[in-house]
């Protein structure tokens, strides 16, 4: 079952002297519970087609289509809940809330929508991440894998129907890169998230069901 449709998405920056075409004319699909890692050098494209599908940004032309629905159809407010609801994101840096602790950070999509999760769902988030012992703990109390995993946990939490994973052990140490891609592919194969991850380390990207490889804006290669 098909869950993301990109339709000839392109981005266009600037104008005449300083235009710069960030994204060119791309298209492609994503199954439901597919892992695809996108890949390239730095300015190929990459980070700018994560944020258009994610509805982060909005694209010059072309269309984005998640379960069905033609995001860039919704206004800013609708397209805010729907990606907070149906797109679970992980970036480089985590973006915590210093605040709150590991649990808060984990539950925040889900408070400001007024909505609760039940104990045993908690719970069976936390063992999977492997920070049950941490979940009182503030960021800065934690290592940053385990800040990686916090922020893996809130994008878990909402069950989405897609998983947009920015560069997500760009900051991190090997041993601690490794950890968290194992936790992709589990919360890929266990909790059949699909997902899509950026990264410009082919060795991460092997992990994926399908690597799809940018230059200059353009899909170059499909694997």
Do not use: C, W
């Amino acid at each position: 079952m098909e869950i993301l449709k990109v339709e000839n998405l392109t981005k266009i920056y600037g104008k005449d002297s300083t235009k710069v075409i960030a994204l060119d004319n791309v298209s492609f699909s994503v199954e439901k519970g597919e892992f695809v890692a996108i890949v390239g050098a730095s300015g190929s494209g990459k980070s700018t087609l994560l944020h258009l599908i994610g509805g982060v940004d909005r694209p010059t032309s072309g269309k984005v289509y998640i379960d069905g629905k033609d995001i860039f159809s919704l206004n800013d407010d609708k397209l805010a809940i729907f990606r907070r609801r149906q797109v679970g994101l992980i970036y480089q840096f985590y973006n915590l809330i210093p605040i709150l602790n590991v649990e808060e950070n984990i539950v925040l999509p889900l408070a400001l929508d007024n909505r609760k999760v039940d104990n045993k769902t908690m719970n069976n988030l936390l063992e999977l991440l492997g920070l049950k012992n941490r979940k009182t703990h503030l960021p800065n109390e934690l290592s940053g894998g385990q800040q990686q995993r916090t922020s893996i946990g809130r994008a878990l939490i909402t069950n989405p129907t897609i998983i947009l994973a920015d560069e997500p052990t760009g900051n991190l140490d090997s041993k601690s890169s490794e950890e968290i891609v194992a936790l992709l592919k589990k919360s890929n194969k266990e909790l059949k998230q699909t997902i899509i991850m950026i990264t410009h380390n082919m060795e991460i990207a092997q992990i994926a069901d399908r690597i799809i490889k940018i230059e200059d804006g353009k899909i170059v290669k499909e694997a």
